[in-house]
């Protein structure tokens, strides 16, 4: 038994012995810059892990008892001794470096620049950030300098050899997303950012004058551009996205490339663009967005082409006759059906008086229709929203549209047959707007009368009357034939010889019209047929 435990004894003492030995080797013998190229990445980086740990381990036993030797720039910092850091760097500026320094471990605690030094890095990938060794005039190592590449998170790694001894360190860096809104035009049909809210702290909104007009997201410290003119993006995976009115992937207001982050107007609109970092193993680059507000246009006239760069809007001080009662207008979004509508008369809102139908919603050549269409006469104020939009939006001028639309009386006269006793409603009979607006006269055959108050006719005897409708500035004259059952559509005819002529008959009761008879009193004078 004793001879097993003297045996086990000198098998553990040999384990511990290599075991040291290889920590020693990790430690004082760092991965080269191009460890990987040939080996399975896999395990080269869990090769590199373990030499991090074992290396921080001995970097505690190794250190200087005096002193701590530190990586740092402001409040950030790596002890070399610890080996990392718990938060990532954040590089705020395009570049900046981490300063190796010695700082006495007891008061006054006074910093010293390291002589003798060398750093490896283990990774000079420019993915996220370029970091690269400063270096003094004698070649002694300084620092790390970082240059931003693009946004993310990415592991810095490596050693620090120092009179002899060597200390591994890993820590992240990242680089935060923000959104350029510095302007570069002031041509009102460019896209800029603008104020929008009072609350706003500057032009913080994306305003997109023009449909099918594209604009590039522009990030802070990216600084190449790409033979197209647009901001070099690929030194880092980003992630783009628009949402209208928090749902997300609706393409009604903008198109995003994912290549270069540049949106494409295809509709008037308010939408949400965020971008994320795609490569962040810390998780705490936090994604940026941007409000873009394509504005909402009517025109009377088509965007030809779909080009919607003369696309004249219709505003608050124009007023919009509806010819023959109805009128097609065009608009800048993608569908007619998205917007609502508002109708006012003497400030009062009015239903069933004017109706909006969709047409035809945009093409690659034309521009979404639809038909405005009055059944009352008279002027009123009408407003057009947005519906997809969050409610502080509704009322911006960039949401909604107003004008006013006018339906002109039909002034055309109007002849009615009736019996004895009938009566006529003219308002329900015209688009006359309110009773209350017009007058109504009967003549003095004594045929009909009419009530002022309701506009209705009614018929006395049996002859001709007529009846005058005016407001004060248009006027139309409603004439009524009075009649036994049936009539002619003419009293008196001249007709030249061999010439003809249609007639009709016109009665309170149709439903007889199979058993009407035409016939003529005198056939040496005239025929009929029929």
């Not at 647009?230 to 009115?245: A, E, F, K, P, Q």
């Not at 025109?299 to 004249?312: H, P």
């Not at 008086?353 to 002027?379: C, P, Q, V």
Request: aromatic share 6%; hydrophobic share 35%.
């Amino acid at each position: 038994m004793k001879d097993n435990r003297v045996k086990l004894f000198k098998k553990s003492r040999g384990k511990t012995a290599l075991f040291l030995a290889l920590l020693m080797v990790l430690n004082l013998a760092p991965l080269p810059e191009n460890a990987g190229e040939g080996l399975i990445p896999g395990f080269v980086k869990t090769l590199s892990n373990i030499q991090r740990i074992a290396g921080n381990s001995i970097n505690s036993v190794l250190a200087a008892d005096d002193r701590d030797y530190l990586l740092k720039e402001g409040d950030f910092e790596v002890n070399l001794a610890t080996g990392g850091s718990r938060e990532p760097y954040t590089l705020i500026q395009d570049t900046n470096t981490l300063v190796l320094t010695s700082i006495l471990k007891t008061p006054p605690k006074t910093s010293q620049a390291v002589s003798g030094a060398k750093i490896i890095l283990n990774d000079t990938s420019e993915n996220v950030v370029k970091a690269e060794v400063t270096t003094a005039a004698n070649g002694d190592s300084t620092g790390i300098k970082f240059t931003k590449k693009g946004a993310g998170s990415k592991q810095i790694s490596g050693s620090v050899q120092i009179a002899g001894t060597n200390y591994n360190f890993s820590f992240f860096v990242k680089v935060d997303l923000e959104i350029d809104k510095t302007n570069t035009t002031t041509d009102v049909n460019k896209p800029k950012y603008e104020t929008v809210f009072s609350t706003d702290k500057g032009p913080g909104t994306l305003v997109i004058p023009v449909v099918n007009d594209s604009y590039q997201i522009k990030l802070k410290g990216y600084k190449t551009s790409t033979a197209d003119g647009y901001l070099d993006y690929r030194g880092s995976i980003l992630n783009w996205s628009v949402s209208v009115n928090g749902k997300n992937n609706d393409n009604s207001v903008l198109e995003i490339d994912q290549s270069n982050g540049v949106v494409k107007a295809v509709g008037a609109g308010v939408a949400e663009v965020a971008v994320a970092a795609g490569e962040d193993p810390t998780g705490k680059v936090k994604e940026t967005s941007t409000r873009v507000i394509v504005p909402f246009k009517l025109s009377l006239a088509n965007a030809a082409g779909g080009v919607y760069t003369n696309f004249n809007s219709i505003g608050s001080n124009d007023v919009i006759t509806l010819e023959g009662g109805k009128k097609a207008i065009y608009t800048n979004v993608m569908d007619p059906n998205d917007i609502e509508w508002e109708v006012k008369k003497d400030g009062k809102v009015v239903k069933d008086i004017l109706s909006f139908t969709n047409t035809r919603t945009k093409t690659n050549d034309s521009a979404a229709n639809f038909l405005i269409e009055g059944k009352r006469a008279g002027t009123y104020e009408v407003t057009a929203r947005l519906k997809n939009v969050k409610n502080d939006y509704k009322n911006l001028n960039y949401a909604k549209v107003s004008f006013k639309v006018n339906i002109p009386l039909a002034t055309s006269n109007a002849t009615v047959y009736m019996n004895v006793g009938d009566t006529y409603d003219i308002y329900n009979n015209s688009n006359i707007g309110s009773i209350k607006e017009f007058t109504f006269v009967a003549d003095g055959s004594g045929a009909v009368k009419v009530n002022n108050s309701t506009s209705v006719i009614t018929a006395i005897k049996t002859g001709r009357g007529t009846v005058t409708v005016s407001n004060g500035s248009s006027s139309f004259v409603v004439t009524v034939v009075v009649i036994d059952t049936i009539a002619l559509s003419a009293s008196n005819l001249t007709i030249p010889v061999g010439g003809s002529v249609d007639l009709s008959a016109v009665a309170t009761d149709v439903s007889t019209s199979d058993s009407w008879q035409w016939t003529s009193e005198n056939t040496s004078i005239a025929t009929v047929a029929g």
